[in-house]
């Protein structure tokens, strides 16, 4: 936390974000930790015939589905097994999903990426959304608003106030969509984007398992919703 970061001496806020960070697992090119992913090449679960392109101007086009990333299923800390493969259309589909508990994880063409396991802090508004009572009080009153009107929205708005924006920008550096340093990550929490708010899916039930941030655009996420995955590609 920087120097100039001006935080209540009785309310430890970088420490109220360590006691609500989620593990998640970093998806690395570095040869360390077990393999369990690959990046682009072969996919682990191919495509079913009938999504198979076979239009010799549409192939030659690039119109085709391609593979993303392929993960390890028994990593994503849900009771699977096998593998899961992403696919991305250029026509803008919403990318595919495909998991197979029988297949096996290979790397044929592509790139293997290997685990490291990490703890993410939250960012400004979900601190805000889970955090407790007093530390909800404390960012309401630097905006000057309630804190139950605030619980009401996904973004409070910390840019309205330098010290939130500051401990935003702390959070967001520690993350490795502004950091680098990691091809993609298992779990952790959704930091929003221009087409959705960071919550909408967990308000749903959804729990976020895989996002990808190499070769972005594209960011992809995929998403657990209690019986299938489903997965979105996000612009900025």
Known sequence: MSAD?????ELDVLEQARQLARPVTL???ARKGQHVASWGGEPSVPLPPELVGTDEDALADGAFHAHWISVDATRLSLPLTGCLSV???????????????????????GRPLYAHARMELPHVDALFRVGPPALQQW???????????????SDIG???????ERLDQTLRAAHPMWRGGAAAQ?????????DEAWDE???RGQQLVLTTFEDSEPWVEVWWTGHDFEAVAHLT
């Open 186 to 194: 298992l779990g952790g929490w959704c930091w929003g984007w221009p």
């Open 158 to 164: 910390a840019h309205r106030h330098p010290v939130l």
């Open 139 to 153: 960012m309401a009153s630097l905006l000057g608003q309630d804190p139950a009107e605030l619980l009401r929205h």
């Open 5 to 9: 970061l001006t935080l209540p001496t």
């Open 201 to 203: 899916r967990e308000r």
């Open 87 to 109: 696919y991305l259309h250029p026509d803008g589909d919403r990318p595919l999903v495909l998991h197979d508990p029988q297949a096996a994880l290979h790397t044929a063409g």
């Open 27 to 29: 998806l690395r090119r």
